[in-house]
């Protein structure tokens, strides 16, 4: 079955700095990986999605990668701000069905 | 406005009731979800269809039920077989299965 983890599970950084979010999966037979962020007590906001075929797609100040190898993606989110601060969820897609990481709290002090 | 609705957004019920919870979609799409969220855990699927009239069971089914029978809403209803029922429930749609997935707000359900 295939697992999700992403590392750290919480993470604060000064306004303006560039951070990096880990997920990694065991199973690299997937067919999509998608990055969502989720505030409090909300449902989830799609922010990229990534193709098993692509290497990263960018939006804005994100960016995310995959190695489906390696069974790795990351999110790069750029010049961070304070209404970045919400919890970022990667899922990949088997086929069947989207498999979710726990997330990572992120919060961006002014 | 194309978009998920769920409703209600809040819903309590006392133990041995039979609750449903609204998912509405006018995105078009073939594919819906049903995913359940509990505090340091990752969503967890309970039900999946991928057309009408039909639906698969997730990992987490058990206590719970849905129907598909119109493409735009996949109603979820959550049994008194249902041990622990108190969770947010979220609904997803996605244009076809192995496709970007779109979720609603959620509903918060509360058992007393």
């Known amino acids: 079955k295939q697992e999700v983890t992403q590392i750290p599970a919480a993470l604060s950084v000064p306004e303006g700095e560039n951070l990096v979010l880990n997920c990694s999966f065991t199973d690299s037979a997937i067919y999509n990986l998608q990055w969502f962020r989720q505030d409090p007590g909300k449902g989830l906001t799609s922010l990229l999605l990534i193709q098993s075929s692509q290497r990263e797609q960018t939006s804005g100040r994100l960016n995310a990668s995959l190695d489906k190898s390696s069974g790795r993606s990351t999110l790069y989110i750029a010049a961070s701000q304070p209404g970045d601060s919400a919890t970022y969820l990667c899922?990949?897609?088997?086929?069947?069905?989207?498999?979710f990481g726990t997330g990572t709290s992120l919060t961006v002090i002014p | 406005d194309g978009g998920i609705t769920q409703s209600p957004k809040y819903l309590f019920r006392k133990e041995g009731q039979n609750v449903t919870l609204s998912c509405e979609q006018n995105?078009?799409?073939?594919?819906m979800y049903w995913y359940r969220q509990d505090p340091g855990q990752g969503l967890r699927l309970i039900y999946y269809?991928?057309?009408?009239?039909?639906?698969q069971k997730g990992d987490i089914a058990e206590g719970y039920s849905v129907s598909r029978e119109k493409k735009e809403s996949f109603p979820l209803t959550v049994t008194s077989a249902q041990k622990n029922p108190t969770a947010f429930y979220l609904c997803?749609?996605?244009?076809?299965?192995?496709?970007?997935?779109?979720f609603g707000p959620g509903t918060r359900l509360t058992v007393l």
């Open positions: 269809s991928q057309i009408v009239n039909d639906f």
């Open positions: 995105l078009n799409h073939d594919a």
């Open positions: 899922a990949v897609d088997t086929g069947n069905q989207f498999y």
């Open positions: 997803a749609s996605s244009p076809e299965s192995r496709n970007e997935q779109f």
